[in-house]
């Protein structure tokens, strides 16, 4: 009695004066199953035991014993000792469980794990703390409506390898990831991306990014104009820009990092687990990044995070013949055809060749385009131009004949030709004619 009066709790004692009630006749059997929650069958097997067994009846035989699915000692410091290696470092009882599970084969829930690393000191609680209320924005219902595009700088790498950057396109609809990593975050780095995602699943219909320079041309002003003064000036598409309005692609500016909050939150998680799993496996290269990524954490992300959309329509949409990825994903500019048929392109010369001179192409515009594989083609009109560098003339330099030596003539300081002149003392006018032999003009004497 005493034991089964130490193990009891206070719902056990309200079970046991229910129990009582119906023992003592003063309730039905069928009101103490409503009042117990349990089914009549379950009451009278109870009543049995109260009979047998007293008051510990309402008391389950197995609490206070050790569990028999109980994990052995053994296992747990095994755990204890792996999580507890600087390759561990920081993970959380989550990430612990799985990897335990995965690379060591040690099954243990996240919450028995957790267990065993706040003993261990390798894991600290946290508090919950009380959020601002926040209203979150619908998904879009269908797959492809709108992939929101971002690029995170992080030491992905932990200091092992080259400074990496993280191009990430996720679907609003579905939570779909598609990323690289990139050793700049440029535009033709972004291009090379953007071609990916769209062999892999079409022609989404807009893209959500930031205001960065690469989707944007901001305008310039000066600093003493107030830009809420002035109308705003419809600026030049950017590279990125161009090249979603040819592929027919929506572009929407996002005004703060709160509104494209899912790949922002995808940053934060990569951050974390991402860090720690390449850390893991030892990667210290952009091409081991890539394949990790690939074939590691897109795939765990596809599994656990993606989502079904509420609409099972895909809005994405086929490239068609009249869409060229090479030409629209490449640097763009316009020149000039010069009456000898060539143009310049970053300090070279180049010339059409001449059996692809037709009528009107002298003076005209044509567009230039740099591809990502660094080739370069030349578009008039609907009609590409072969193309050959040619070497630029030099311009004659005029030749500077050398001066004959001992020419130069020196510099006097001072000339003495009208030393001791005096001009009092010095003869008129009339008598230097005179002396000079000279007949004087009437008038003059």
Not at 59 to 71: A, C, D, E, N, Q
Not at 226 to 255: F, S
Not at 351 to 361: K, Q, Y
Not at 369 to 379: Q, S
Request: a positive charge.
């Amino acid at each position: 009695m005493q034991e089964g009066q130490l193990l009891m709790t206070q719902a056990d004692r309200d079970r046991l004066v229910t129990l009582k009630k119906a023992k003592k006749r003063l309730i039905t059997q069928r009101e103490a199953a409503e009042e117990l929650g349990v089914s009549v069958r379950h009451v009278k097997r109870m009543l049995y035991r109260l009979k047998k067994q007293g008051d510990k009846a309402v008391v389950h035989g197995l609490r206070g014993k050790p569990s028999k699915r109980r994990i052995e000692e053994r296992i747990q410091q095994a755990a204890v000792k792996i999580l507890s290696a600087a390759v561990y470092e920081g993970f959380g009882p989550t990430l612990a469980s799985e990897y335990l599970r995965k690379r060591h084969g040690i099954k243990a829930s996240k919450e028995t794990v957790r267990q065993w690393m706040m003993r261990a000191k390798l894991w600290r609680g946290k508090k919950t703390k009380a959020k601002d209320v926040h209203t979150w924005r619908p998904r879009r219902s269908r797959f492809g409506e709108l992939v929101q595009w971002d690029t995170s700088e992080h030491d992905w790498l932990e200091g092992r390898g080259e400074k990496l950057y993280l191009i990430a396109m996720i679907d609003d609809a579905t939570s779909r990831l598609f990323a690289r990593f990139a050793r700049s975050d440029s535009t033709a780095e972004n291009m090379r991306l953007l071609w990916e995602y769209v062999e892999n699943f079409g022609r989404p219909v807009a893209f959500y990014t930031d205001k960065a320079s690469l989707f944007q041309t901001t305008e310039k002003r000066k600093r003493d104009e107030p830009g809420v003064e002035k109308d705003a000036v419809e600026m030049p598409p950017t590279q990125i820009g161009r090249a979603l309005r040819e592929l027919g692609i929506t572009w929407m500016a996002a005004h703060s990092p709160q509104a494209k909050g899912r790949v922002e939150r995808n940053f934060a998680t990569a951050q974390d687990r991402l860090v720690k799993g390449m850390r893991v496996a030892r990667v210290t290269t952009i091409e081991q990044a890539n394949e990790y990524l690939r074939n590691d954490y897109l795939v765990w992300w596809e599994r656990e995070l993606t989502v079904e959309a509420a609409n099972p329509d895909d809005a994405h949409r086929r490239l068609d013949k009249c869409h060229d990825l090479a030409a629209s994903l490449s640097h763009v500019e316009t020149r000039q055809v010069r009456p000898d048929y060539t143009l310049r392109w970053d300090g070279k010369l180049y010339e059409v060749l001449r059996h692809a001179i037709t009528p009107g192409l002298r003076g005209a515009k044509v567009r230039v385009e740099k591809r990502l594989d660094g080739t370069l083609a030349v578009r008039h009109g609907d009609r590409y131009l072969p193309m050959q560098e040619c070497a630029v003339a030099e311009k004659p330099q005029s030749k500077v004949l050398p001066k004959p030596k001992g020419t130069r003539r020196k510099r006097q300081r001072g000339s003495d030709w009208n030393k001791n002149f005096d001009l009092k003392s010095a003869p008129k006018v009339w008598q230097a004619a005179q002396l000079s032999g000279r007949r004087p003009e009437e008038g003059v004497g």
